[in-house]
């Protein structure tokens, strides 16, 4: 557990205002504050979940989106938002969509629908308990909701404990699909705004499973991701 779970709620809003007094670009301390939720969940979900599905598949889950072009390419200089995490083939037992002169429009879309229900049921079954287990352990004010049913989203809902920047949710939306490629992929080590700045909560780097950025791109720009 990161010494910062330690802290009460003045001395993790001390930190995280010394952060931002540190930090290169002087982001605010609500950014390094979400970040680090972010990082936490990363870390839950390729440290402690994944190993469990490596029966099934070596690689369960893709990083990917916007968030991942920031934390794992320094590509975009923006906020980390919310975690887009597409789930492999693999561990759903399906096979990509594919598109053949064959094959119907009315197929295809059941095809991508029984992907979609898969996806439903491995969200609903396996993963949002091990998931919120592994927050409360952190801190039981942690709260984790179904936000959007089709796709299946979730919201992880953190106690802030900085008052600035209330146009910021205090939730990492948790985005999670199938459907689109999860190919090329690339592993990278990440790690949080807080540490970086703050020794005291420093940890080591921890591997992702990441779509490459050029195919993050391509899905930004066409709009295909999802």
Do not use: W
């Amino acid at each position: 557990m990161n010494p910062f779970f330690k802290e009460d709620d003045h001395g993790r809003n001390e930190a995280l205002l010394a952060a931002q007094e540190i930090h290169p670009q002087k982001l605010p301390a609500y950014i390094i504050e979400k970040d680090f939720y972010v990082t936490c969940i990363l870390r839950i979900l390729y440290i402690d979940i994944a190993p469990t599905l490596s029966g099934r598949t070596a690689v369960p889950f893709i990083f990917k989106g916007g968030t991942s072009l920031s934390k794992c390419s320094n590509i975009i200089d923006r906020m980390s938002e919310d975690i887009d995490l597409s789930f492999s083939m693999e561990l759903l037992e399906c096979h990509e969509v594919v598109r053949e002169p064959t094959k119907s429009r009315k197929k295809m879309e059941g095809e991508a629908d029984e992907i979609d229900k898969k996806a439903r049921v491995f969200v609903l079954d396996e993963l949002i308990k091990p998931l919120t287990l592994a927050l409360k352990a952190l801190d039981d004010r942690i709260e984790v909701n179904i936000e959007n049913e089709e796709p299946l989203h979730l919201g992880i809902h953190y106690p802030s404990v900085i008052n600035e920047g209330n146009a910021v949710q205090r939730r990492v939306l948790l985005e999670t699909g199938s459907l689109s490629q999860n190919n090329p992929v690339e592993y990278v080590g990440i790690t949080h705004m807080l540490g970086e700045c703050i020794s005291q909560f420093k940890e080591p780097d921890f591997e992702v499973v990441s779509l490459k950025p050029e195919r993050t791109m391509i899905e930004k720009i066409f709009g295909v991701h999802c």
